[in-house]
Structure formats: structure tokens, C-alpha cells
């Protein structure tokens, strides 16, 4: 049997330091996100999705 590869994203960065890096980043992420600038800027997006479909 095949030994299987580890799954690197096609990124070339071994899994754990994709995850290491995961696990710094998420925390910055969802704080930003529920900032109100965050949710300022989620709303601008949503509305700049919502004119790109309908068009």
C-alpha cells in the first residue's frame, strides 16, 4: 500500500505550520470581525456582492 501524502493545501507548507499559523491568526480574525469597523466593512462587502449578482 501507498504511503499517503500529507496534505499541504498544494501550498508546499507542511500541514502543522499551516496550522500553527491557523491558530495565531483565527483568534486576530474573529476579534476584527466583531469589531464595528469589521462589521462596517462585512456590510460594504455584502452590499458590493448583492450590486455584482444583480448585475
Known sequence: MAKKKPNDYGTGIP???????ARV????????????????????????QQIQTAT
Open 15 to 21: 500541514l502543522h505550520e499551516v496550522e500553527a499559523l
Open 25 to 48: 491568526l483565527l483568534p486576530e480574525i474573529q476579534k476584527f470581525f466583531e469589531s464595528e469597523e469589521g462589521q462596517r466593512e462585512f456590510q460594504e462587502w455584502k452590499e458590493k
